[in-house]
């Protein structure tokens, strides 16, 4: 049995979330300004403190500081002679730094193959008919055995699948010129918004987000996504479908464990949520339900808890509820909604509370050894051992340059594709073009010298056209053998 992670203080009273229940997910909402950004902080701390690595996007750069040690402040002080904390001292955590741009941390990337159609469709924003044309794509991929490891692929895939639409049609559908015309525009507005620096080898192994430092402290992985959700928030919310659906796939089912494998983070959560479509988002409930399991605890981090879809929600065991604005009939409707989402005790007024909490109070629930809710508590959120706010430049390069990962995703890899592939078909398409035409030429020359009958020249012809076809053949029946498997949420399965 682990120590429990200390999240504050009520009435001289710890308020503590078990390291054993921390796989049923969580939640950690309130306004702008209420102390979100410390509470995640103080849990991710405290994951890191039992040896679970922890994965966060970092929205405003706010979070790096977690890897330097903290400084004195009266508001720490206050909160301490508040909270009755024993062991308390300054330090930093273990950090890596992720950025999908390259520029604040170790590149992040993936494969448009291991992707897959569902998660890309919703990035994409794609309506059904050009869903179901991506979805062609892939299958045809798969089925020749070429892998789609970056746009380039994908956009020469699909000019070879209009250039090759009617022969495919019978097996795969209609395949409208037009549909394809879209995608390969989308794909165009994705590459202008950066995208193309996150596909591509090599990719980012999961195994790099679950490790541990030299003291058995779990190394917090921090992506620098300021930048991403300025100008790409799909492409963000893309990202952590992929590596949720990635971390489902690759981990063995493990039970109950005495504390997570790895616990994620997900700042801005509504992003995740927002316009996607309902088959997606019925894959990404299911999936948010069975990757606990694999020992993987999923947090939400969120404005407001109605962001997140009911059926998610649902899901969640601990809540963290900081201050909620009700300057509106509709906030004081989503207030109430909010409060009877709490058990309570009786002991105060939920609805009236919540709207009335100071920065770095919030309303918490967790759950027992049982695994059912707590009552409701008013609590003071403990300080960070380490320092509130960003670090500068100089610090991030210095931590960079001693990082696990130095060297390891800073060269690109452009190994033989679909699109290289697809080049050498139609360069060998191209000769034996050339070549049918040189013997046709030949056996024409030929007729006319020795004045031979038509029917002798038609049966060259047909021998010709016979050998194309069985050559033909043997190129299909070898592809059939390298077919490629995906998964649940359409990632292409190692």
């Given at each position: 049995m682990t120590d429990p992670i200390i999240i504050g203080g009520s009435d001289g009273q710890l308020v503590t979330q078990l390291g054993g229940m921390s796989n049923r997910h969580g939640l950690v909402a309130g306004a702008t300004g209420t102390g979100k950004t410390v509470t995640l902080q103080i849990l991710a701390e405290g994951f890191s403190r039992l040896g679970v690595p922890v994965f966060a996007a970092d929205i405003k750069g706010d979070l790096s500081g977690i890897s330097q040690n903290g400084k004195p402040h009266k508001e720490i002080d206050r909160r301490l002679a508040a909270i009755p904390i024993e062991g308390y001292q300054q330090r930093g955590y273990p950090t890596l730094f992720l950025d999908i741009y390259a520029e604040d941390g170790h590149p992040v990337r993936t494969?448009?193959?291991?992707?897959?159609?569902?998660?890309?469709?919703?990035?994409?924003?794609?309506?059904?008919?050009?869903?179901?044309v991506?979805?062609?794509?892939?299958?045809?991929?798969?089925?020749?055995?070429?892998?789609?490891?970056?746009?380039?692929?994908?956009?020469?895939?699909?000019?070879?699948?209009?250039?090759?639409?009617?022969?495919?049609?019978?097996?795969?559908?209609?395949i409208a010129p037009a549909s394809i015309g879209a995608i390969q525009r989308r794909l165009l507005v994705l590459e202008e918004q950066g995208a193309d620096r996150f596909?591509?080898?090599?990719?980012?192994?999961?195994?790099?987000?679950?490790?541990?430092?030299?003291?058995?402290?779990?190394?917090?992985?921090?992506?620098?996504?300021?930048?991403?959700?300025?100008?790409?928030?799909?492409?963000?919310?893309?990202?952590?479908?992929?590596?949720?659906?990635?971390?489902?796939?690759?981990?063995?089912e493990c039970g109950d464990l005495p504390a997570p494998k790895l616990v994620l983070f997900f700042d801005e959560a509504h992003l995740l949520f927002k316009s996607m479509p309902k088959s997606l988002l019925e894959k990404i409930e299911q999936v948010v339900r069975l990757v606990r399991s694999k020992g993987v605890g999923v947090f939400f981090v969120t404005q407001s808890p109605l962001d997140l879809p009911e059926t998610v929600l649902g899901q969640l065991g601990m809540k963290v509820q900081h201050t909620l604005r009700a300057f509106t009939p509709a906030d004081q409707k989503s207030v109430r909604a909010v409060a009877k989402g709490f058990r309570s005790d009786g002991a105060f007024d939920v609805n009236e509370v919540i709207t009335s909490m100071g920065v770095g109070e919030a309303l918490v629930s967790t759950l027992d050894d049982d695994g059912a809710p707590t009552p409701v508590r008013r609590t003071l959120i403990r300080p960070p051992e380490s320092q509130i706010g960003p670090v500068d430049a100089d610090t991030r390069v210095a931590l960079l340059g001693r990082s696990p990962l130095k060297g390891?995703?800073?060269?690109?890899?452009?190994?033989?594709?679909?699109?290289?592939?697809?080049?050498?078909?139609?360069?060998?398409?191209?000769?034996?073009?050339?070549?049918?035409?040189?013997?046709?030429?030949?056996?024409?020359?030929?007729?006319?010298?020795?004045?031979?009958?038509?029917?002798?020249?038609?049966?060259?012809?047909?021998?010709?056209?016979?050998?194309?076809?069985?050559?033909?053949?043997?190129?299909?029946?070898?592809?059939?053998?390298?077919?490629?498997?995906?998964?649940?949420?359409?990632s292409l399965l190692k």
């Amino acid at each position: 049995m682990t120590d429990p992670i200390i999240i504050g203080g009520s009435d001289g009273q710890l308020v503590t979330q078990l390291g054993g229940m921390s796989n049923r997910h969580g939640l950690v909402a309130g306004a702008t300004g209420t102390g979100k950004t410390v509470t995640l902080q103080i849990l991710a701390e405290g994951f890191s403190r039992l040896g679970v690595p922890v994965f966060a996007a970092d929205i405003k750069g706010d979070l790096s500081g977690i890897s330097q040690n903290g400084k004195p402040h009266k508001e720490i002080d206050r909160r301490l002679a508040a909270i009755p904390i024993e062991g308390y001292q300054q330090r930093g955590y273990p950090t890596l730094f992720l950025d999908i741009y390259a520029e604040d941390g170790h590149p992040v990337r993936t494969t448009i193959s291991e992707m897959g159609p569902l998660i890309l469709s919703s990035l994409l924003e794609l309506n059904d008919t050009q869903t179901g044309v991506l979805y062609a794509c892939f299958a045809i991929a798969d089925d020749e055995g070429l892998l789609l490891l970056d746009l380039k692929d994908l956009r020469s895939m699909l000019t070879w699948m209009s250039e090759h639409r009617a022969d495919l049609q019978a097996t795969y559908g209609n395949i409208a010129p037009a549909s394809i015309g879209a995608i390969q525009r989308r794909l165009l507005v994705l590459e202008e918004q950066g995208a193309d620096r996150f596909f591509g080898e090599p990719a980012l192994q999961i195994t790099d987000l679950m490790q541990r430092d030299f003291g058995g402290n779990g190394v917090i992985s921090l992506l620098s996504a300021e930048r991403l959700i300025r100008e790409s928030p799909r492409l963000y919310a893309a990202f952590l479908m992929w590596l949720l659906s990635e971390l489902f796939e690759e981990l063995p089912e493990c039970g109950d464990l005495p504390a997570p494998k790895l616990v994620l983070f997900f700042d801005e959560a509504h992003l995740l949520f927002k316009s996607m479509p309902k088959s997606l988002l019925e894959k990404i409930e299911q999936v948010v339900r069975l990757v606990r399991s694999k020992g993987v605890g999923v947090f939400f981090v969120t404005q407001s808890p109605l962001d997140l879809p009911e059926t998610v929600l649902g899901q969640l065991g601990m809540k963290v509820q900081h201050t909620l604005r009700a300057f509106t009939p509709a906030d004081q409707k989503s207030v109430r909604a909010v409060a009877k989402g709490f058990r309570s005790d009786g002991a105060f007024d939920v609805n009236e509370v919540i709207t009335s909490m100071g920065v770095g109070e919030a309303l918490v629930s967790t759950l027992d050894d049982d695994g059912a809710p707590t009552p409701v508590r008013r609590t003071l959120i403990r300080p960070p051992e380490s320092q509130i706010g960003p670090v500068d430049a100089d610090t991030r390069v210095a931590l960079l340059g001693r990082s696990p990962l130095k060297g390891k995703y800073e060269q690109t890899m452009d190994r033989s594709s679909a699109y290289e592939l697809l080049a050498e078909r139609a360069a060998t398409a191209a000769a034996r073009q050339a070549e049918i035409a040189k013997l046709e030429a030949e056996e024409e020359a030929a007729t006319k010298a020795a004045k031979a009958a038509q029917r002798s020249t038609g049966s060259r012809r047909q021998g010709v056209g016979e050998a194309l076809l069985k050559s033909a053949a043997r190129s299909v029946g070898s592809s059939l053998g390298r077919q490629l498997v995906r998964g649940l949420l359409g990632s292409l399965l190692k």
